[in-house]
């Protein structure tokens, strides 16, 4: 009798060339890379602008902070920032979104769930006046992810350029607290993971700006 063949060992998957988001209408996506930075900071600056004449200095003033905070988002591994220029009437909502590529330094991948217990270690170990953050697993179409959800005092209004300057009413005064909301995903065929990061300062209404970061995040497909 022949003895039953052992199973071929499963083939590990390709990386993928790309991932495909969808967001909401009234978006806008900065491309972080040095080549196509500036360009996209201009674009949005002059559509915030559009029709405004008179405030040469806070149209100089958004452009040097997006650039700034491009070029910093761009340091730290950053692919794409996209900024909220949704409006409800005469108030522009404002959120972000930075993706950026975290290659790990382990030689196999590392599991999510090993993952979410190391970043929930890290939030035990935080400052006691720190709010302590939700860390969690879910399954998206993309695959098994961490998602962790932060509260972080906030000294001060919105930092000057923020999303839907000039006029942007809605933007908080004094002191608050912004909510970003992460996800890990790991890459497949690679150690590295893909890292989505939304913040909003609208901490009143948080749990709705969650739900969209997570369908935004739940849309989020591979590409060949």
Known sequence: MKPPESPAPSTP???????????????????LDPDQRDK?????????????????HLKEELRGDLRRRAAKAYRSGGIELYLSLQA??????????????????????????????????DADAEDAGTPVPEVGVEELAAGTAVRVRRLAPQPGGAAPGAPG????????????????????????????????????????????????????????????
């Open 13 to 31: 998957p390709a990386p993928p060339a790309d991932y495909r988001l969808l967001l909401p209408e009234g978006w806008f996506r900065i491309l």
């Open 40 to 56: 996209s900071v201009d674009a949005l600056v002059e559509r915030q602008f559009r029709g405004i004449d008179n405030a040469p």
């Open 88 to 121: 409800v009437g005469p108030f522009t909502i404002p959120a972000s979104l930075l993706v950026t590529l975290a290659p790990l330094r382990h030689a196999e991948p590392l599991p999510p769930e090993d993952l979410a217990r190391a970043l929930a270690e």
């Open 165 to 224: 300057a000039p006029g942007a009413p809605g933007a908080p005064d004094g002191d608050h607290a912004s909510v970003s909301v992460e996800y890990h995903l790991p890459v497949p065929g690679t150690t590295a993971y893909l890292l989505l990061t939304f913040s909003t300062p609208l901490e009143p209404i948080a749990d709705a700006m969650a739900g969209l970061f997570d369908a935004i995040a739940g849309s989020l497909t591979w590409t060949e």
